[in-house]
């Protein structure tokens, strides 16, 4: 009798000091509810490599309707808006053909995006260009350029991970409202 106390106890102890530590956890989205609504126009590009603005645009949007926080909206139905630019895209050789040495294997293609976060209701700029860099490596096996626009789709799936991270931790309570 007096062991099946002491169990009893030490479960409601154990109960107790589990639920202490996940007191300051939340099972909901910090993002006020007026605020769950997003638009991300396409992305302007500054850069000479094609397509980048709508393909990171369209792995924005699908990271977003993944995470699943926000409702995607047009621009003049959304709380916020996502207004991102592509300004740098590089591509370096990494690697050389062993039988032509100076014929490149495989490219690091390195992007940089400036994003803003605009409270559409207010009208306040919450992040102000901020610069997100995504890399990745790809090699050529047939030309250059179909390599490179399969790697732009990793590329485009960094930032959006980045992008929607950054946007769904923001903290709308201290700056946003």
Same mark, same amino acid.
């Given at each position: 009798?007096?062991?099946?106390?002491?169990? +009893?106890? =030490? =479960?409601?102890?154990?109960?107790?000091?589990?639920?202490?530590?996940? %007191?300051?956890?939340?099972?909901? =989205?910090? /993002?006020?509810?007026?605020? +769950?609504?997003?638009?991300?126009?396409?992305?302007?590009?500054?850069?000479?490599?094609?397509?980048?603005?709508?393909?990171?645009? &369209?792995?924005?949007?699908?990271? *977003?309707?993944?995470?699943?926080? *926000?409702?995607?909206?047009?621009?003049?139905? %959304?709380?916020?808006?996502?207004?991102?630019?592509?300004?740098?895209?590089?591509?370096?050789?990494?690697?050389?053909?062993?039988?032509?040495?100076? +014929?490149?294997?495989?490219?690091?293609?390195? /992007?940089?995006?400036? !994003? %803003?976060?605009?409270?559409?209701?207010?009208?306040?700029?919450?992040?102000?260009?901020?610069?997100? !860099?995504?890399?990745?490596? *790809?090699?050529?096996?047939?030309?250059?350029?179909? =390599? &490179?626009?399969?790697?732009?789709? +990793?590329?485009?799936?960094?930032?959006?991970?980045?992008?929607?991270?950054? /946007?769904?931790?923001?903290?709308?309570?201290? &700056?946003?409202?």
């Amino acid at each position: 009798m007096r062991k099946s106390v002491v169990c +009893r106890l =030490s =479960s409601v102890a154990l109960l107790l000091a589990i639920a202490a530590g996940c %007191s300051s956890y939340r099972w909901t =989205s910090s /993002v006020p509810e007026e605020l +769950r609504t997003v638009a991300v126009p396409v992305f302007e590009n500054r850069t000479s490599s094609t397509e980048l603005g709508p393909i990171v645009t &369209q792995y924005t949007l699908r990271e *977003f309707q993944r995470e699943g926080t *926000f409702s995607i909206r047009r621009s003049g139905d %959304s709380a916020l808006e996502i207004q991102g630019s592509i300004v740098k895209a590089s591509r370096d050789a990494a690697a050389y053909d062993r039988n032509y040495s100076s +014929r490149a294997s495989e490219y690091r293609y390195t /992007v940089t995006a400036e !994003v %803003s976060l605009i409270n559409k209701d207010t009208g306040k700029v919450l992040m102000n260009n901020r610069r997100y !860099v995504a890399e990745t490596t *790809f090699l050529t096996r047939g030309d250059l350029l179909t =390599s &490179q626009r399969d790697a732009a789709a +990793r590329i485009a799936q960094d930032f959006a991970r980045q992008i929607v991270d950054d /946007v769904t931790a923001f903290d709308y309570d201290r &700056q946003g409202k």
